[in-house]
């Protein structure tokens, strides 16, 4: 059964600051689009540049948006860390946070280490 478009609504009271992860594919990509429709303002974290760039292209082609896609490899500490300070710098709370990001581990040798334990 279709949903309609009124059940498809975020159903967040108010314009909110929504930082998702896993945003350029998959279940993240169609909840940003969902949220973006609904007003609110979007940052989606991408693993690279070029994936932060066709990610904001992909969702300003549906309507112009409050947008922002840093750079941030969740594989990679340093990464995290450049990212945590550019959000901070911007000096907006963020409202809500959504983790959709996954890490798939397909057996390969590991190139990059993720971290004490991991």
């Given at each position: 059964m279709p949903i309609e478009d009124s059940q498809q609504s975020s159903a967040l009271p108010q314009r909110r600051r929504v930082l998702l992860t896993g945003?350029?594919?998959?279940i993240g990509q169609?909840?940003?689009l969902l949220l973006q429709r609904d007003g609110h303002r979007l940052t989606l974290p991408c693993r690279d540049q070029a994936?932060?760039?066709?990610?904001r292209q992909r969702l300003l082609v549906s309507s112009p948006a409050d947008l922002h896609?840093?750079?941030c490899d969740l594989a990679d500490l340093e990464s995290i860390e450049h990212c945590a300070a550019e959000l901070l710098a911007r000096g907006?709370?963020?409202d809500s946070?959504?983790?959709?990001a996954g890490l798939q581990d397909s057996?390969?040798?590991?190139?990059q280490a993720l971290g004490p334990g991991l």
């Open positions: 945003a350029s594919s998959g169609q909840a940003a994936t932060a760039s066709a990610t896609t840093p750079v907006e709370p963020i946070l959504v983790l959709n057996g390969a040798p590991r190139t």
